[in-house]
């Protein structure tokens, strides 16, 4: 079953360094995603992404944070210069259609240390 | 704004018996979808089920069975004949369209515990 795949599954870095989370979607779908979810706590949206462009995004996903599909297969997420606040676990999710379900990654645990 | 809450931070249920997490939402549409996810251990967030507002029916997957209450903005799961593996983080989600984008939002979720 096809499936959406997030690397690494976690990592670790120094506060103030970039960071590139990087997400495979299934392979015919069109809207893509990132939520992230800081421990114990709920699923939040961060930003949506179709036709090669953010079609929203959240208060959160400030110039710190950008999105880009640079092959046509891969979706990743940058975080310019990590704070402390920004460790969490960051879900990168697909879906084929504008009116369908959403199939989310494993998701990425990022440590800002 | 829509919200979604889910009032029951922790439930617990014994092996083979039936349990209900409770979910209300606020909308002023009247066309949308509803979502159950189930997030184990393991972080991951599995898809249980899902509702269509303009379907009647409530939908049921095996064992999942949602009681959708359009009216009174509820959106219950239940599961029945309880299994270790049922044990998690459940999120209700409301899918909210704006503008032609759309997004999920996100309760703040029930943990369940699943007693042998």
């Known amino acids: 079953e096809p499936e959406v795949t997030q690397t690494p599954s976690h990592q670790v870095t120094q506060m103030g360094q970039e960071v590139i989370l990087r997400c495979v979607p299934i392979s015919n779908h069109l809207y893509f995603y990132w939520y992230r979810q800081i421990l114990g706590q709920k699923v939040e949206f961060l930003v949506s992404f179709y036709n090669n462009e953010i079609s929203e995004k959240s208060e959160i996903f400030d110039d710190q944070f950008s999105v880009e599909r640079p092959d046509g297969s891969n979706f990743t997420l940058k975080i310019r210069s990590t704070k402390l606040e920004d460790s969490a676990m960051y879900f990168c999710?697909?879906?084929?259609?504008?009116?369908?379900?959403?199939?989310f990654g494993q998701g990425t645990r990022l440590t800002v240390v | 704004a829509q919200t979604v809450t889910q009032s029951q931070p922790e439930m617990s249920v014994q092996e083979a018996e039936t349990v209900t997490l409770s979910c209300t939402y606020d909308?002023?549409?009247?066309?949308?979808?509803l979502f159950w996810y189930k997030q184990p251990p393991s972080r991951q967030m599995i898809l249980v089920i899902r509702?269509?507002?303009?379907?009647?029916q409530n939908a049921t997957e095996n064992r999942f069975s949602v009681n959708f209450q359009k009216a009174a903005k509820s959106f219950s799961l239940k599961i029945s004949d309880s299994q270790l593996g049922d044990a998690a983080m459940y999120f209700c989600?409301?899918?909210?369209?704006?503008?032609?984008?759309?997004?999920?939002?996100f309760g703040k979720g029930t943990k369940l515990t699943v007693n042998p």
């Open positions: 999710a697909s879906k084929p259609t504008y009116d369908t379900e959403a199939f």
């Open positions: 989600a409301y899918r909210r369209t704006q503008g032609g984008s759309e997004k999920l939002v």
């Open positions: 909308t002023s549409e009247s066309d949308y979808y």
């Open positions: 509702q269509e507002a303009y379907k009647q």
